[in-house]
């Protein structure tokens, strides 16, 4: 009797162990995979502000000189499994991440901003911004 119940008691012990290294593992996964997605934002939000200033400092500059100015702004094309693109919607610019589905608006103040192409691929290693006569192209 004591053997069976030693057994039984092992396998009970062993089969919650297996459980809590399932139940660990699922949880970091999910978790892992939420942290990534957050990351995945916050880069597109902090790549869209700097795109605005560069963007606002092009316009500045080149409407204070009645100039025109091309300036090429370096970036990586890629950050994680992200590839970023840069779309037109309505006279907003938008980046996203196709791969991971985010989506967020570029706030450019009121500023008349054209892009070369309705939807613009950002797998080079940078972009062209110039100013002309009142506007900022993008290309």
Same mark, same amino acid.
Do not use: D, M
């Given at each position: 009797m004591k053997s069976q119940v030693?057994?039984?008691e092992t396998v009970l012990f062993f089969s919650l162990g297996v459980g809590m290294i399932i139940f660990l593992y699922l949880s970091y996964s999910s978790t892992s995979e939420y942290i990534k997605t957050e990351g995945y934002k916050?880069?597109?939000e902090k790549f869209g502000e700097y795109l605005s200033f %560069? +963007?606002?400092?092009v316009y500045e500059v080149g409407n204070s000189t009645n100039s025109t100015i091309t300036l090429f702004l370096y970036f990586p094309p890629k950050i994680g499994e992200c590839s970023y693109q840069i779309e037109e919607r309505g006279?907003? +610019?938008i980046? &996203?991440?196709p791969q991971k589905n +985010?989506?967020?608006p570029v706030s450019l103040y009121g500023l008349d901003v054209k892009i070369? &192409?309705?939807v613009m691929h950002l797998s080079r290693r940078g972009i062209t911004i110039t100013y002309s006569h009142g506007r %900022?192209?993008?290309g």
């Open positions: 030693f057994t039984l916050l880069n597109l %560069v +963007i606002n400092k006279g907003q +610019i980046l &996203s991440c +985010i989506k967020r070369k &192409s309705k %900022v192209y993008l």
